[in-house]
């Protein structure tokens, strides 16, 4: 296929790599996967960067289609363009090299150790609870692998008995699955529709719990119960992730 057969020219994968060469733009977007819109000086703050700097390279990511920015007085905020930017970042953070960051005090050691377990990936859960959540649902027999996930008919008809689903769905119709490759477990976990929506009712029925300005999602007892009786999670997941202690960090 020649350039004559493409009208719209070639993808330019190489400008949206370098979107993404910059630290400081890299951190930026893996801050924004919390799914919550950030100020400049927040994520100034973040990246360790002066607001001005911040500034520059904001304005190229919004340029470049990753960020989308919103005017509320004085204040600009900037967040993920969308949720397959999301998908996006995440994998990329999957497939990349890990650069050796220094562990600092015990409260980041155990920072650490809660984003592995369970976070955030914009508008999904992610990390070692959500790929147990698939690893449930596919043992329970609601989700099938078979060329591509997909609920069985005992999944669509427990997305109505948990109040997921308003109404029973039509005959045929299956809710869009996609899925994200998780950075921390090297593993797939759910992502689009059926994502966001057990992300949504599990907030709602008081199963997780967000902590504050942080991608960090911590599981309640309610939590640990629902998803033992609904996926049979083994303990170990349903577990707190284990805190560290002073002594332990030396």
Known sequence: M?????????????????LLADRSRAAFCLALLDGHAWTVT???R????????ATEHLNLLVAGGLLTEERRGRHRFLRLAGADTAELIENLA?????????VRSLTDANRRRALAHARVCYDHLAGELAVAVADG??????????DDPRLTSRGLAWLVET???KETPPPGWHPHIRTCLDWTEQRLHLAGALGAALHSHMITAGWLAETGPSRIITLTEAGRAGLRDHFGLPAAVLAPAQQLEPHTFR
Request: glycine share 6%.
């Open 163 to 165: 109040g997921i689903a």
């Open 94 to 102: 999957a497939r990349s090299p890990r650069r050796p960051t220094p």
């Open 2 to 18: 020649s350039s004559r057969d493409m009208p719209d020219g070639h993808p330019d994968v190489a400008a949206l790599a370098a």
């Open 46 to 53: 973040y990246a360790d960067v002066a607001v001005s700097t």
């Open 42 to 44: 927040e994520l100034a």
């Open 137 to 146: 649902m596919t043992a329970s027999g609601l989700l099938t692998w078979q």
